[in-house]
């Protein structure tokens, strides 16, 4: 099979000569565009269909990308993150949702590093994120 770059060298060539109008060539791009994205789109799909049946067969030699177990942190006596526990499979998209306050950025920045948690463990890429202190 041509790649994409080829196929698109020999459609210009084609219209350069004549032998096919712009709109086939349109045609023809709009096909490239097409394919190129439903290949992405499989393999995404494919390496997330493999997390989830290494995690269904319980194959432990895979970790997920973040771990996250009884994340807590206290400002004083404000709670601002309270015992969050996730994890993140590799090539999963994960979303964040919570109103303001939740402790969204709160836990953002214990997951790189910026501060430390009260308690409780996070993992990102098989890195511990700071020091685990226990309150």
């Known amino acids: 099979m041509a790649s994409a770059a080829e196929a698109r060298r020999v459609v210009a060539e084609r219209f350069k000569a004549g032998l096919v109008t712009s709109t086939e060539v349109l045609d023809a791009q709009q096909a490239l565009l097409l ?78 590093g910026l501060l430390r948690p009260s308690s409780g463990s996070a993992t990102v890429a098989a890195s511990t994120s700071g020091e685990t202190r226990r309150a």
């Open 35 to 112: 394919a190129e994205f439903d290949r992405t789109r499989a393999l995404a799909n494919a390496r997330l269909a493999e997390a989830r049946l290494d995690r269904a067969l319980g194959n432990r030699w895979k970790m997920p990308a973040v771990t996250v177990r009884e994340l807590t942190r206290r400002f004083g006596a404000f709670l601002a993150v309270d015992r969050v526990s996730f994890d993140v499979e590799d090539g999963e998209i994960f979303g964040f949702l919570g109103s303001n306050g939740a402790g969204k950025s709160t836990t953002i920045r214990m997951l790189c």
